[in-house]
């Protein structure tokens, strides 16, 4: 079946824009997390939502990021006013359940802000 | 905090050669410790897992032993192939907290044929 998918794969924009990156989980999956892996480092943890809520938003760096997940499958993350150091790979996954479940991770979007 | 520390790379071997990549984690709780991988141009995935102490993951012919006494999650093979070369994450969640996901820096391993 279909894994998750993030939307666009690459994502070029200027200072002080406004940027959406898309994530599709698994069909079922309660559980999305989104996590940021800037350059030579590991995925850092964003926000987790089980269903529609954002059950721990304590990864998010600043009220310039924010996510939603409105109807407990698409999520967006949303970034306002972009800042050079925003660029990374944002990866998104999703799980059946958060009980050690396996996380699948998407493909990723690359943000680069110049 | 929680936290995971990785060995420096890159790694580079030689095919059929041992691996050891070391790990180690410092968490409040009782963690679930986990290695990812990512091979050019696809996504993390997960490779093996243990959720308790001395639990042994194994899959693809890796293997770790969760080892509570010296906080360590160590992946080995004993005989690479060219198609292992890939970027290794080390990784634990705790329980009851949602099971997000805290990675340790990756590390690179090339295997020359």
């Known amino acids: 079946g279909a894994g998750v998918s993030q939307t666009p794969s690459n994502k070029v924009t200027e200072k002080g824009k406004y940027v959406e990156l898309r994530c599709d989980p698994i069909s079922g999956h309660t559980a999305l997390y989104w996590y940021r892996q800037s350059l030579g480092q590991g995925p850092e943890f964003l926000i987790y939502f089980q269903g529609t809520g954002a059950a721990d938003d304590s990864g998010l760096p600043n009220d310039r990021f924010f996510a939603v997940r409105p109807e407990g499958s698409v999520s967006t993350l949303k970034i306002q006013r972009t800042e050079r150091g925003d660029s990374a790979v944002y990866l998104c996954a999703s799980s059946l359940t958060t009980d050690y479940n396996e996380q699948f991770f998407g493909p990723g979007t690359r943000l680069t802000v110049l | 905090g929680n936290s995971v520390t990785q060995m420096e790379g890159p790694v580079t071997l030689s095919e059929e050669a041992f691996l050891t990549i070391n790990c180690t984690y410092t968490a409040t709780g009782y963690p679930s410790l986990f290695w990812y991988v990512q091979y050019p141009g696809e996504g993390l995935q997960l490779l093996l897992k243990?959720?308790?102490?001395?639990d042994k993951g194994s899959n693809k012919g890796f293997e770790a032993t969760y080892r509570k006494e010296t906080t360590s999650f160590h992946l080995e093979k004993g005989s690479v192939q060219v198609s292992d070369s890939a970027v290794y994450f080390c990784?634990?969640?705790?329980?009851?907290?949602?099971?997000?996901?805290?990675f340790g820096k990756g590390i690179t391993l090339s295997v020359r044929p």
């Open positions: 243990a959720t308790k102490a001395d």
């Open positions: 990784a634990l969640s705790l329980t009851g907290a949602n099971s997000k996901l805290t």
